[in-house]
DNA sequence: ACCTACATATCGAAT
DNA sequence: ATTCGATGTGTAGGT
C-alpha cells in the first residue's frame, strides 16, 4: 500500500464523467492497482476511485499540462471496463509505501439472519395463538423468511426487512400470489416485518392488504440472552 | 488527516457488531473524527469505519490488554448515534499527520438527471411526432420521469434509468396503473428508457405491454453541443 | 429534519 | 459468470 498526499487534479472517464478540482487530497494506492481519492472529511465513500483489479502508470505529462505546473501523471485503467481515472499531480506533500499483508477479514453479527432467528423464536410477536411453520420456506421465487399459522389456522407469509422498503413489499406480493395458487395453503395472508418502515412502502401494502408489523430489535435481543455473549 | 499504520484489531459495536483480528492495517483519521480501516485490498469499502461526526479518546489499555501486548486503545464514539469503534493498537509502524484543507468537490457528467434533461430535448428519440409534456410529472406515488404526447395523441409515461433493472419495470408499472385511473389521461402507455435494459427486464416489461428503449447517450450528447464544453 | 430516489454503489450467496 | 438481495449502505435533493 502507498499513501501519497498530493495536490491534484483528477478525471473519471467510463460509465460516467467525474472532474476533481485541483486540491490537497489522499491518494491510496492499493497493492492490488486500486486507487482511493479521499478528502479530509465526508464519509468513506472516496471523492473518486478505481476498483480492483487495474493498473496505475506513470506518464510524462503533456506540454500545456507541464506548462500549468503538472509533474506527474497517473493513469489508472481497469482491467476489466474502460473504466479510466486520470490524476495529475502538481506537488507531492509525503509519499510512503508500506506491506500490510494478507487481512483475515471481517466477522459480523447481527444482520437480517439474526433478525429472523429471533422472530422465529419469539413468533407471538405476529399475534396470540402464532405457530412457526418453517424459516426460509422454500418457493419456486425463493424463500420465504417465515411461514406461520395464525390463531384460526390461517397460513401467514412473513417478509423480514432491517428496513422496510417498496422492493420489500413488491417482494411479499410476488410470494403470495404464488402461495395462494397452493390450495393446501391458500388462503395465505401477508405480514411485512421490519425495524422501520417507510411510509410510501406501508401505504402500498396496506393497499394490497398486507399488514405491516415494526419490529424492535433491541427488545426482541434482549428477550435472548445468548445474543449478549457473542465475542 | 493522520495516516497510522499499525498491527491492530477493531471491534465495531452499534447497529451490529463486528470483529477484526489482529493485522496489519491502514487507520485514517479525518478532521472531522471520522475513521477509516482499511486492508491492502478491497474495493472502496473500509473493513471498519466510523461516520462523522464522531470523537477519538486515546484510553490506557485494560491490565489484561497490556499483557497480550495492547500498546494503546481508541475509542471511536459516534456522535450522533450509539456507535462506538474500539482500535486496539499493538505496533505502529508509521503514523504522520497532514493537513488538507477543504475540498472544492466533485462535478459529475452523466448521471440520471443529465439522461431525463438530453431525452426531453430530443423527445423525438421516442418516435416521430412525440412532444414533451413534462419532465417529472408529479404524481401521489411519486414523479413519473418525463411524461408525453404521441403522434396521435396519446399520452406515453417514461421511466429512465442508466441501467434497466425489473425494479424500474415495477416502478413504471405502478405509475402507469395510477394515471390509467385518471379519465383525462387514460389510456396511457408506458416506454421503459435506459442505456443498458437487463433481459430479464425486458421480458417483464413486454410482457406488461412496455416499450423498451436502449438509450445512447454518448450520441445524444454529441447532438447536444452545450454538453460538450462542460470541463 | 425527514423522506425519496439514485449510485462509477460494494459484497456475498445462490444459481 | 450472472443474478439477486442486503448493506452499519452513502449522498443529494426535495418538502
Redesign the pocket.
Known amino acids: 500500500m502507498r499513501l501519497v498526499i498530493a495536490r491534484c487534479s483528477v478525471d473519471?472517464v467510463?460509465?460516467?464523467k467525474?472532474h476533481l478540482p485541483l486540491a490537497i487530497r489522499l491518494l491510496l494506492i492499493k497493492a492490488d492497482g486500486s486507487v482511493l481519492v479521499h478528502s479530509d472529511g465526508?464519509?468513506?465513500?472516496p471523492l473518486?476511485?478505481?476498483?480492483p483489479p487495474a493498473t496505475v502508470r506513470r506518464t510524462t505529462p503533456a506540454e500545456t499540462d507541464l506548462e500549468e505546473g503538472v509533474q506527474e501523471q497517473w493513469i489508472v485503467q481497469s482491467a476489466k471496463a474502460d473504466?479510466r481515472?486520470i490524476i495529475n499531480i502538481y506537488e507531492q506533500l509525503h509519499d510512503s509505501s508500506h506491506d500490510l499483508g494478507v487481512d483475515p477479514?471481517l466477522i459480523?453479527d447481527g444482520?437480517?439472519a439474526d433478525l429472523q432467528r429471533l422472530l422465529a423464536e419469539q413468533i407471538h410477536t405476529l399475534g396470540d395463538g402464532f405457530t412457526l411453520i418453517r424459516r426460509e420456506y422454500f418457493t419456486a421465487i425463493?424463500p420465504v423468511d417465515i411461514l406461520a399459522r395464525d390463531a384460526t389456522g390461517g397460513t401467514v407469509a412473513v417478509e423480514l426487512?432491517?428496513?422496510g422498503d417498496?422492493?420489500?413489499v413488491e417482494?411479499l406480493t410476488r410470494y403470495l400470489e404464488l402461495l395462494n395458487r397452493d390450495p393446501l395453503l391458500a388462503p395465505v395472508r401477508g405480514v411485512f416485518a421490519a425495524q422501520q418502515i417507510?411510509?410510501?412502502a406501508r401505504v402500498l401494502a396496506v393497499d394490497r392488504g398486507i399488514e405491516c408489523l415494526t419490529l424492535d430489535y433491541d427488545a426482541m435481543r434482549g428477550v435472548d440472552d445468548t445474543s449478549t455473549r457473542l465475542f
Chains 1, 2 share one sequence.
Open positions: 473519471y467510463g460509465r460516467l467525474a465526508g464519509s468513506y465513500k473518486n476511485w478505481m476498483s473504466d481515472l477479514g459480523k444482520v437480517e425463493g426487512k432491517r428496513r417498496i422492493d420489500g417482494q417507510k411510509p410510501q
